[in-house]
């Protein structure tokens, strides 16, 4: 009766972990859903992890915070049920679903007992499909939201992160905050959640993974159970972000013996031939912890830093390389000074042939380390489909990073790390910067 | 090079390994314990030592330097240069990492599982072997006094929380931050440190958890290797600290910092941790926090202060019972920004009295013990936590069998047990009230 097209050609192994074999097939409900699994009985629940891209910046023109509140809302009610009957329904059940957004993607989470899966689906279906929004719910959440807007405009952090949002991505949606403001949270309604729903919960942009004790032929029962009734398709992606960022110094001031920095330039998507030899120079020049250049110079050597990092950024419709520190307010401008430096000194002459090692034995080594429980694997199965990767990808992902050259790398530095072009946001009371 | 060598070569064999399900537990000559828990699903391995020694061991005036030898742990050995051991174990695709309590001070790598050998090799050599040049412990101290100066000097919520705590412990160390006072922090010293590790780091004051994809007799084999050569501490003593006095009166405090966005009250009451072969105290606190503040949208004081006339954007309860010594059961209120903190903290107090005055709803209390059950099926996705959960218990002084009895102890709990733990715990006289402000207003005063 129920029609599974699982190709036995279509499944893929990890070859890393080879022992383990965590292994992903395809899996197409009979109503036309696809899926990626990992089939492992070893303990008695299936972790589910559904992407819905476009996330927050599908908010509708003068709606912004309408998906964030939507998404948190998820939760609050649905058929008979409210906020409190819901809660106590997964609860009986010990199942956990969480609800999150972000500018790229509404993801949701779920782990289920196998003992009462088809209620756990059978509850999860109805918090996607039929949400209540009912006003004490909206009312109540709506609360909450404002409560952090407001902590965020006092929190250093927040701070930065706003400025440096508005700096780089303008009027874009990537330029604000997807909480929204208190005045754009305030006015939302009803109406407006049901149609932020509308918006980015439909099956046009649905990327699912699975993993756990489920077989193909119960995955695709729950697929269509769970998700067949959302609509067909939702609203347009916004077009792409224009980067505005130019390089120089923002200061914000704020009451604080540390002061608090973002900074970022121009980066690269990772469809662009040399993505991997950015990412594997990141790794050496702030990605790679302890072992990284700015670690090394900013805080191993001066001791002005708890912590250093850069890392890039290649959201779907724009790209940066950002870094961030934090230090304290007569320190910070030698901090900035030395991240200015090393990013110079790496666009200027590269990596050496010692660093590029160090990074593809860590690189490569740390990938597998990712995939350790059903619920992480669900979320990189998912993350892969967003990305665009294929399923043989956890295979071909280690050589592609043992393929990068020093030429590659030299290449992609020198065509964008540029120090000249650094925007530095400073939010504190900081010595000696103009 | 110190190492130990055992004064009779025929005390190789001395511990019988104790089989536990996957969980193994082992302890060398040299007064090292081990636990072992098998996990064969990835060819990974969690490899850490827990020291039993934390913040709250600290003399007088040191405050700071459990934490500040963590950092300096990493600043090289006779045979390892400084920073070696974590880019060696990066250079393998591992990862590690660190961190200070004030119980223990913990150091831990995760990597792939045939570089276990590796990692053992350089966690063995540098709980004995540390060397700490002139620089390193300078620059050190400068790190950790920013890392101050990000986590709590910048976070009113912080400070808020380090001031409570100060208020809430009259004699016992626990009063004292983890990362140390600033001013005592910035007169620590290279010989502070080293007086520290001499004394505290030591195979005799340690334990090792090895989870993962490993053999029980392998890792033995290779504890056996590397760490059953060190020398022990003679003579530790066991850990006494200060004991509280009795607690006879009530602290309340505000807090006023211009950076606060988000008033909020929050009160802490002196509360029993679990103890070895004794934990259906703890256990029944543990289920009265559950009750109170787990859920939102379920608990009592969810319920009470989030729903209907809603005083609160958020209200919760929390307790943790692995400690040494006597630990705190937590209450908060975020109040809506038109309550004012006093009405707030009435409103959970009513919501307090209510709940015993009537006792916990029977429905909640059953599906508290699902998720316990539901709990421990989940918990074993996660390696990494449960080598925590062996390692944290051990090293407050809890043995296998009180971690291993931990989850029965919770469905022991009746709802009588939560009443009477709940009577005990809420005593004024041993509370701290604080209110986190932004600034000084007429409610103050009330």
Known sequence: MIRLVVGALLVVWLALPARAGVEITEVTSPGGITAWLVENHELPFTALEIGFRGGASLDAPGKRGAINLMTALLEEGTGEMDAQGFAEAAEALAAQFSFSVSDDTLSVSARMLTENRDQAVALLRQALVAPRFDQAALERVRGQVLSNIAANEREPNAIAGRNFRALAWGEHPYGSSSDGTADSVAALTRADMVEAKARVMARDRLYVAAVGDITAADLGAVLDDLLGDLPATGAALPPRATLGLTGGVTVVDFDSPQSVVLWGQRGLPMNDPDFFAAFVANHILGGGGFSSRLMEEVREKRGLTYGVASYIAPKDLGETWQGSVASSNDKVAEAISVIRTEWARMAADGVTDSELAAAKTYLTGAYPLRFDGNGPIANILVGMQLNGFPRDYVNTRNARIEAVTREDVARVVARLLDAEALRFVVVGRPIGLN | ?446
């Open chain 2, 1 to 446: 090079m110190t190492r130990f060598l055992p004064a009779l070569g025929l005390c190789l064999v001395f511990s019988l390994p104790a089989q536990a399900g996957d969980v193994t537990h082992f302890t060398l000559e040299n007064g090292l314990e081990a636990v072992v828990i098998e996990d064969h699903r990835a060819p990974v391995v969690v490899h850490m030592v827990w020291y039993r020694v934390g913040s709250a061991d600290e003399g007088p005036g040191k405050s700071g330097v459990a934490h500040f030898l963590e950092h300096l742990m990493f600043k090289g050995t006779d045979d390892l240069a400084p920073g070696e051991l974590s880019k060696t174990v990066a250079a393998n695709g591992g990862s590690d990492n660190a961190f200070t309590s004030y119980d223990f001070t913990a150091y831990f790598q995760r990597i792939a599982t045939d570089r276990l050998d590796l990692v053992m090799r350089m966690e063995a050599d540098r709980m004995r072997d540390l060397l700490l040049s002139e620089d390193d412990w300078q620059t050190e101290r400068e790190v950790i006094l920013e890392e101050r100066a990000q986590r709590t000097d910048s976070d009113p919520g912080a400070l808020f929380s380090e001031q409570r705590r100060a208020a809430q412990y009259l004699n016992h160390p626990y009063g004292t931050p983890v990362i140390g006072w600033r001013h005592e922090v910035e007169r620590l010293t290279r010989e502070d440190a080293l007086e520290w590790y001499r004394r505290y780091y030591a195979p005799n004051n340690a334990v090792l958890v090895v989870a993962g994809d490993v053999t029980a007799a392998e890792v033995e084999r290779l504890a056996r290797a590397h760490y059953g050569p060190l020398a022990p501490t003679p003579d530790l003593a066991p850990r006494q600290r200060v004991e509280e006095p009795p607690q006879l009166s009530e602290r309340r405090m505000t807090f006023v910092d211009p950076r606060v966005a988000q008033p909020y009250v929050m009160r802490s009451y002196l509360a029993p941790e679990r103890d070895p072969g004794d934990q259906a105290k703890a256990a029944a606190l543990t289920v009265l926090a559950e009750i109170l503040g787990g859920n939102g949208a379920t608990s009592v004081l969810g319920r009470a202060l989030m729903f209907g006339d809603a005083k609160a954007v958020y209200a919760g309860a929390s307790y943790d019972g692995l400690a040494m010594d006597d630990t705190t059961f937590t209450l908060i209120v975020v109040p809506r920004p038109d309550v004012p903190l006093a009405e707030a903290e009435a409103a959970m107090d009513a919501a307090i009295e209510k709940f015993l005055a009537e006792g916990p709803d029977v429905a909640q209390f059953e599906r508290i013990r699902t998720a316990i059950r539901a709990g421990e099926i989940y918990a074993k996705d996660n390696v990494e936590g449960l080598a925590q959960r062996y390692g944290e218990a051990l090293a407050v002084g809890l043995g296998v069998a009180d971690v291993q009895s931990w989850p029965d102890a919770l469905m022991a709990v009746t709802p009588d047990d939560v009443m009477a733990a709940a009577r005990e715990v809420f005593d004024r006289r041993r509370a701290v009230t604080g209110w986190l402000m932004q600034a000084e207003t007429p409610q103050v005063t009330q």
